[in-house]
């Protein structure tokens, strides 16, 4: 799966801009400001409808125009086709096309332009709370697990449901009318994010192997957000006293975490900042890997500022690992590497907002 052109008009400070990126690494250089990760801000939205940098679109949208508007083509190797993409984002507005015709859920953009995105935020995975280490699994589950769009869709909606008869004071039938449906959808999703985890220690295993580092190798324990050995329901039911006070339903899914732990100690409290960014890029990676089994093809992978974030050590496993995987990637710095770094397929210099295609 890999990008084949790349029209951005109106993000931040990008001149209106037209590329034709390559398979492999294009790498996209120039001094801090010009608009590197602004590119790559323009392919998360292409992606998943926002950037992975700022959730408030009007700080993307640029100053002198009143929406942005992002479009390409995806090419897709097994299917042997192409696929036309593209979205226009304004203040109150979203319009978003596949083939030319409209589209109602950007979850289909998501999976027509597969993407994971590298930056220095990742570092929450490892140190943040646990609302991004559940993104982390779900962004797996959403693309290997055919069942748990449906799942996920069930669960947030009697949730949502629970917590509005909680906020309005209704009698407890009206709170546990919806305990059920809550219990059954909630079970099935925690054993689904329980065996992704495995998956997940797993590929971890490999990498750390792989780089001989098993310093750098956590133990990831699933909390699934309620007592274990106690059944969902039985929780629901328990803690409706606890959740009358607190206006909410305080027992989930939606409450599950990851710890990362080294020993009996959380990895953010044992490792070092470097081995955090580099424990963060590895379970970005692992995204990429389960992706490519279940799809026999890679994702997008957006790195913004790869030799900030890691060791030369860590940069030339990443490197290597890329090479494997065939991924595109969209990777981004403040020097010229492309000499140096044979597996860089095309260049771009990025002065001002405006890019140019370099050609050696």
């Known amino acids: 799966m890999h990008l084949t052109r790349l029209d951005v008009l109106g993000v931040r400070n990008l001149s209106s801009v037209h590329i034709e990126p390559g ?7 120039g001094d801090n400001g010009a608009g590197k990760t602004s590119l790559l801000e323009a392919v998360s939205l292409l992606s998943v409808g926002r950037s992975f940098r700022s959730g408030k679109i009007t700080t993307i949208i640029s100053n ?7 479009s390409g083509s995806v090419s897709d190797r097994l299917r042997q086709s192409s696929t036309s993409v593209g979205i226009s984002r304004g203040k109150d507005s979203t319009t978003a096309r596949i083939d030319g015709q409209n ?26 709370g646990p609302g991004e280490r559940r993104n982390f699994l779900d962004w797996i589950l959403f693309h290997v697990e055919h069942t748990f769009v449906h799942l996920s869709k069930r669960y947030k909606t009697a949730l949502s449901q629970r917590n509005a008869a909680l906020r309005a004071n209704a009698p407890d039938k ?7 449906e809550l219990s059954e959808s909630g079970e099935a999703i ?22 001989d580092n098993n310093a750098i190798l956590p133990q990831l324990h699933y909390r699934q957000g309620w007592a274990e050995g106690i059944s969902l329901i039985d929780t629901l039911e328990r803690s409706l006293d ?11 899914p939606h409450r599950a975490d990851i710890k990362l732990k080294v020993g009996s100690d959380e990895a953010r409290y044992v490792h070092s900042r470097g081995q955090q960014k580099l424990l963060a890029v590895l379970l970005k990676l692992v995204q990429v890997d389960l992706y490519t089994d279940h799809h026999q093809q890679a994702p997008i992978l957006l790195f913004d500022d790869l030799p900030s974030e890691l060791d030369e050590k860590a940069r030339e496993f990443v490197f290597a690992y890329l090479e494997t995987c065939s991924v ?3 990777l981004t710095g403040v020097e010229d590497i492309s000499k140096t770094v044979q ?3 095309k260049t771009f210099h990025v002065e001002r907002g405006k890019i140019e295609n370099v050609v050696y």
């Open 23 to 29: 398979e492999g690494i294009n790498y996209f250089y």
């Open 64 to 70: 002198d125009n009143s929406e942005l508007t992002v």
């Open 103 to 128: 589209i109602n859920r950007l979850s289909a953009l998501a999976i027509a332009v597969p993407s994971v995105a590298i930056s220095a935020k990742n570092h929450e995975l490892v140190e943040g």
């Open 174 to 180: 009206m709170v546990s009318l919806w305990n059920t």
């Open 190 to 211: 925690a054993l689904c994010r329980r065996l992704v985890c495995e998956q997940v220690q797993h590929r971890l295993g490999k990498f750390a192997e792989q780089m």
């Open 242 to 252: 606890n959740c009358r006070r607190l206006g909410t339903t305080s027992t989930g």
């Open 328 to 330: 595109q990637v969209f």
């Open 343 to 345: 597996s860089v397929n």
